[in-house]
């Protein structure tokens, strides 16, 4: 069967009639937002990202927690506070993303949070840089229930890897890609979905048929080639593409950049999902990378309560109206990826 088709179908074999329900609340409350320019907000989010910890051991360009450039606080997710928010939200949450910031393996109790989650079947899902996917690790990935694992990928040879991925090692991405390859044969299980996401920037494109290529001999699912944020664009960067097709941001005629997409008083993020930080803080999702709009505390309220409350839907009635007031937005595209 298509690698694709199986991961889908084992998304949906997790729906549930209440998952089913609020999603269609939440799909029905955007779009009569839309229309009239209002905020609606019916249901609970669909999909949620809990931040693990802000802590790496790469150093990689154009990343907050590579540069260690934070201004919060580097930690690591209390176990007490994400099963609290999980039991709280699992009856209507059909998707879970352990990510935000930082490297997800270095939290030691990380897949325990998984298992966790996928005993409510959840669907969840990480992103990693793919080194302490150690032969062990790997066993405890593939036995934790995960769904999807994104491995960060971003060059075929060790000379273009480590131009972003300053400090990786690319042997070890592919000894970790190897180890839970190998044992979702030796457990008999089609799970975790296995990613290569491919950072198109101007240092690797070149080498963009070559990781399909070795996406194929290792045996991965699927290829991601991801788009990437460049924070001070407007006078170029090397890390821009030359194929424009895998560039946010356009040259203009003055020689300067601008980012390609049209900036619309809306967002399909703010009505169904968000983004915990690995000490509770609730932001409106993955571009508020320092926390600087902060929705609400889940150490000091449950989050049913903060998601319906009067600051969230100001916040969402700024984007129905004045998208552009929100400094983090002038620099989104919602995430642009080409799948290949």
Known sequence: MNRNLTDGLNFISKLT???FLNATQVLA???FSKFTGKVYHWGL???ISFEPTTSCNLRCS???SGLRSFTR???MLSDEMFRQTIDELSDTLSYLIFYFQGEPYL???FLELVQYAARKKIYTATSTNAHYLSDVQAKKTVESGLDRLIISIDGTTQEVYEQYRVGGKLHKVIEGTKHI????KALKSSTPHIVFQFLVVRPNEHQIEEVKQLAKELEVDEVALKTAQIYDYEQGSDLIPTIEKYARYQQQADGSYQIKNHLLNHCWKMWHSCVITWDGLVVPCCFDKDAEHRLGDLTQTSFKTLWKAESYQRFRQVVLKSRS????CKNCTEGTQVWA
């Open 17 to 19: 009639w209440k998952r």
């Open 29 to 31: 409350s955007y779009y």
């Open 45 to 47: 989010p669909i999909s």
């Open 62 to 64: 154009e990343c907050p």
């Open 73 to 75: 606080p580097t930690g």
């Open 107 to 109: 939290h030691p109790q």
């Open 181 to 184: 390859v190998k044992w979702k």
């Open 325 to 328: 007031e929100i400094e983090m």
